[in-house]
């Protein structure tokens, strides 16, 4: 190994707002599982039941349905 030559290695954290912008698919599945958590806290039906009714009502597309999370990923 070359004495001359330094190893840097930085490691930033970054706390509060990010430096980026989130991907749409990102937001929306953030969203997503937001409106299905707020219905389960306000309404009489099933979590199962809200989760479907808000899939329906998203009208997503193939992709954004395969990245979304199932139902029983939900409760985690």
């Known amino acids: 190994s070359d004495p001359t030559v330094k190893n840097c290695f930085r490691i930033y954290s970054i706390q509060g707002e990010h430096i980026h912008e989130s991907t749409p698919d990102n937001v929306e599945i953030r969203r997503f599982k937001q409106r299905v958590r707020d219905r ?11 989760y479907e009714d808000e899939l329906m009502k998203g009208k997503y597309s193939a992709g954004m349905l395969a990245v979304l999370p199932t139902f029983y990923n939900m409760r985690k």
């Open 40 to 50: 389960c806290r306000q309404e009489l039906s099933s979590p199962r039941t809200i």
